[in-house]
């Protein structure tokens, strides 16, 4: 079966600027999350979709990031105003079924530098 | 709640043995194993659900305690490929939460 796609690779945007990153889950996986790990650190969950409502978005900084999973597929995350500390790989993942014994699938990430 | 993952670091030579340990302070649904080589995206392991589970797969193998609060993941006889960091993710109600991660570095 096909992976977690991500695009872009790379980004590199100066502070203050905004910024897109997109990801398509494995077909059939209802739920999908979007992580940021920081170099040499774990991922930290941004935020976790069910098909397309928002089932945690507790560690979502909302006054600058947001995201969206539009008809339960396809989900864009976005930066606006992206600040230094942003810099970091930003990782989706999809699974299914929600909480059971199958682990994630991650994409290959969007590493993001802001300069 | 982040889980508290140790060593930070450890360095083998092939055919040594590891114990990497993951503990939280709440009883957990879950335990996922991941293992990250660098610039690649983490790879899934294994999963434990129940208390007192152990699961392997060839030589990587781990353990669930009975509380469901602590977790361990076993290489054995350590082969170059298993370099990379290792990451324990702890799954309380809807939320996989990652620790800091464990570095493995395997040298021949």
């Known amino acids: 079966e096909a992976g977690v796609a991500q695009s872009p690779r790379y980004k590199i945007i100066e502070k203050r600027q905004s910024v897109a990153f997109w990801c398509n889950p494995i077909s059939g996986h209802a739920t999908l999350y979007w992580y940021q790990q920081i170099l040499g650190q774990g991922p930290k969950l941004l935020i976790q979709f069910q098909n397309n409502g928002v089932v945690d978005d507790s560690q979502l900084p909302k006054d600058r990031f947001s995201a969206e999973r539009l008809k339960g597929v396809d989900s864009t995350l976005k930066i606006q105003p992206a600040k230094l500390e942003d810099s970091a790989v930003y990782l989706c993942a999809s699974r299914t079924p929600f909480q059971s014994n199958y682990g994630y699938t991650f994409g290959s990430g969007t590493r993001l530098t802001v300069v | 709640q982040q889980p508290v993952q140790s060593p930070q670091a450890v360095i083998l030579r092939e055919g040594e043995d590891a114990v990497i340990n993951c503990s939280s302070s709440?009883?957990?649904?879950?335990v996922h194993w991941y293992r990250q080589k660098h610039g690649e995206a983490p790879v899934f392991l294994m999963i434990l659900l129940k208390g007192g589970e152990q699961k392997g797969h060839e030589k990587i193998s781990a353990s669930f305690n009975e509380k469901k609060q602590q977790s361990s993941l076993y290489l054995t006889a350590s082969q170059l490929s298993y370099s990379g960091t290792y990451f324990c993710?702890?799954?309380?109600?809807?939320?996989?939460?990652f620790g800091a991660g464990t570095t493995v570095t395997v040298r021949a």
């Open positions: 993710g702890t799954e309380i109600g809807y939320k996989l939460s």
């Open positions: 709440k009883a957990l649904y879950s």
